[in-house]
């Protein structure tokens, strides 16, 4: 896949002005963004529309755990509306991934993704909600009931990647968070690794947030990570 098709810019901001403002400046070199909570709770679904309109990619991280009905009925908006990605959290179990899968197959390009262990939690984090084992472990389990329900992939950091690439095979899509450039502050992610060690490694997509949102010249921040990805 081409570098630029594996990156990932996530437009974590709170109002419509300053996620446009990075698309504009990124223009033509990016061409898939996430919309997380924060911006859609903000904007609404218009911007979305506006983003596939402008023939850009969108993965929709709604990380949707709630009963099937609720669940499928998102994920048929989320279709509706030209993204190419959605979430379901794992957490949720077979019933709810797999009400998902069923519900994304009116929209041939709409690829439903499981999250499997947050990247800012670390295993002191599971075991507070009564996990006893290590964050890979848990994100393998995990990862086996999202394959089983039928999921095209998978959320999980840079560090699980290798290990997942092995238990999915080579058809599943693996998206990572938590990855900056060497040297960068990996913000809260408590599993980071760089765009270039993910995708060696078997992910498929990466997605860079303050790496490239957060610089004084986002464009030429984005021709770094592809530049990273191209090192291999």
Known sequence: MEPTRQIIVALDCD?????QDIVDQLGNGCRFYKVGLELLT????????????????????LKLFEIPNSVA???????????????????????????????????P??????????????ESDLADIGVGV???SQVLRLAGLAQQAGCHGVIASPQEVSALRGLLGGGALIVTPGVALPGGSPGEHARPGTPRAAIAAGASHVVVGRTVTGAMDPASAFRLVHGNLQLQ
Do not use: W
């Not at 109002?15 to 996620?19: E, G, I, L, P, V």
């Open 15 to 19: 109002n419509r002005a300053a996620a």
């Open 134 to 136: 290590s964050a890979e």
């Open 73 to 107: 009925g998102a994920v048929r908006v989320a279709g509706a509306l030209g993204v190419s990605m959605v979430t379901v959290h794992s957490m949720g179990g077979t019933g709810i991934m797999a009400a998902a899968v069923d519900a994304a197959r009116a929209f």
């Open 42 to 61: 903000a904007t609404g679904p218009e911007f979305i529309k506006h983003l596939v309109a402008q023939g850009k990619e969108v993965f929709l991280d």
């Open 109 to 122: 390009e709409l690829r439903v993704l499981a999250l499997t262990v947050v990247t800012s939690m670390t």
